[in-house]
C-alpha cells in the first residue's frame, strides 16, 4: 500500500516535510500540495511530480489524498484538521494543534464524534533517541520516582519578529510536552521568572526567561529558554528521581586534542539537532496509517500543551504562579 499525501503549506517546514516523504520514508508519496503562494505551491510539487491545487480543502477533498500534512500559517490549522477529520483522513499537524485551547477542543469532540484516532501533532522530540532512552529509564523506575527536572532550550539567535510570548508559545511547548511525555503526567502550575536580560537582543525582548513548572505529584521541573546564546542550537535535560539521575546525552560530535586545547562542535539549529527524530517521526505516522492505529502525540495532548502554554504565557506577564486548569481526559485517549 502506498500512502496518498496531501500537504497543506508550502513553507520551509513544508517543503522539508515533502522532501522527507519523498526521500526517506517508504510506502507514501506527496500527490498534492497547496499553499496561499499559488506559484510556490506550483514549484514544490513540480519537484516531487505531484499536483498543485488551489486550496487547502481542495488537498483534504482530492480522492488520491489519503491522508494530509497541515503545515501552514498556525491560525488556520483548525480549520483543516477539522476539514480533515470530517473527511474521514488521517491528518498529521505541526504544532500547534491550534492557536487556542477551544478550537483544540473542538478538534478532540470532532475526532471523538468521528470514533476514530485520526490526528497526531508534530512534537518530535518524542522520536528522538535520547529522549527516548531518557524514558525508558524513567518508566523502567531504575532512578525512582522522578523528584526533579533540569531542562535548557537555546538557540543562536532570534530574529527581530521574535518576540517574548513566543519563548512559550514557540519554543518552550516542545518541553512542555515533553515534560508531560516523559513524567507521564500532568504540568498543574506554572511560572515564569525574568532574569537580566542579555545585551544581544530586541529592546521588545525578554530574554533569557526561565519558567518554573509543577506536576501532579508534586515533581518540580525547571528551564531555561535562551534564544540569543549566540554559540549554537543547545537542547539539554536531566531527570533527578529518588536513587538516581537520568541526563539526555549531548549530539555526537568528535572530541579534538590540540594546541593545548580539548574541543567539540556545538550543532546550530534544529534541523541538524533534530533531523533523525523527524525522519522517524513521519516513518512511524506513515506505518500506523498503514495500520490503522494511530499512537503519535494526539489531539488530546495538543490541547494539553495549548493550555499549559496559556497558563506559562499568562504568569510570564503577571509574574504570578498560575495554575493549569484541564478538562478531564476523555477516556477515548487512553
Known amino acids: 500500500m502506498t500512502v496518498g499525501i496531501g500537504v497543506i503549506g508550502a513553507g520551509m517546514i513544508g517543503q522539508d516535510h515533502v522532501r522527507r516523504i519523498t526521500d526517506v520514508v517508504t510506502g507514501a508519496e506527496v500527490v498534492a500540495v497547496a499553499d496561499v503562494d499559488a506559484a510556490r505551491a506550483e514549484e514544490v510539487a513540480s519537484r516531487v511530480h505531484a499536483r498543485a491545487l488551489a486550496s487547502g480543502q481542495d488537498v483534504i477533498d482530492d480522492d488520491l489524498v489519503d491522508a494530509v500534512v497541515v503545515t501552514s500559517w498556525g491560525p488556520t490549522h483548525a480549520e483543516y484538521v477539522l476539514g480533515a477529520i470530517e473527511a474521514g483522513k488521517y491528518v498529521f499537524c505541526e504544532k500547534p494543534l491550534a492557536t487556542t485551547a477551544e478550537d483544540c477542543l473542538r478538534i478532540v469532540d470532532a475526532e471523538q464524534a468521528s470514533g476514530r484516532r485520526l490526528v497526531q501533532v508534530g512534537f518530535m522530540r518524542r522520536y528522538d533517541a535520547g529522549y527516548r532512552a531518557m524514558k525508558q529509564v524513567i518508566d523502567s523506575g531504575e532512578i525512582g520516582a522522578p523528584l526533579l527536572m533540569h531542562c535548557v532550550h537555546r538557540n543562536r539567535s532570534a530574529p527581530e519578529s521574535y518576540h517574548s510570548d513566543m519563548a512559550v508559545q514557540d519554543t518552550a511547548i516542545h518541553e512542555i510536552d515533553t515534560i508531560r511525555w516523559l513524567l507521564d503526567e500532568d504540568i498543574v502550575s506554572a511560572q515564569v521568572v525574568k532574569p537580566r536580560r542579555t545585551s544581544n537582543r530586541f529592546e521588545h525582548l525578554q530574554d533569557p526567561q526561565f519558567m518554573l513548572f509543577e506536576t501532579a505529584s508534586g515533581a518540580r521541573v525547571d528551564l531555561e529558554v535562551f ?3 549566540r554559540y549554537g542550537y543547545d537542547i539539554q535535560c536531566e531527570t533527578v528521581g529518588e536513587t538516581g539521575t537520568v541526563r539526555l546525552p549531548d549530539p555526537e560530535s568528535v ?19 533534530f533531523g533523525a527524530a523527524f525522519d522517524l517521526e513521519f516513518t512511524e505516522w506513515v506505518s500506523s496509517i498503514e495500520d490503522a492505529r494511530p499512537a ?39
Not at 255 to 273: E, F, I, P
Open 227 to 229: 534564544v540569543n546564546c
Open 255 to 273: 572530541w579534538v586534542r590540540g594546541a593545548g586545547q580539548l574541543r567539540a562542535n556545538v550543532v546550530q539549529d534544529w534541523k541538524q539537532r
Open 296 to 334: 503519535g502525540p494526539s489531539a488530546w495532548d495538543g490541547y494539553a500543551a495549548a493550555v499549559i502554554s496559556d497558563a506559562t504565557t499568562e504568569a510570564l506577564h503577571s509574574g504570578h504562579v498560575v495554575s493549569v486548569l484541564l478538562k478531564d481526559r476523555p477516556a477515548f485517549y487512553g
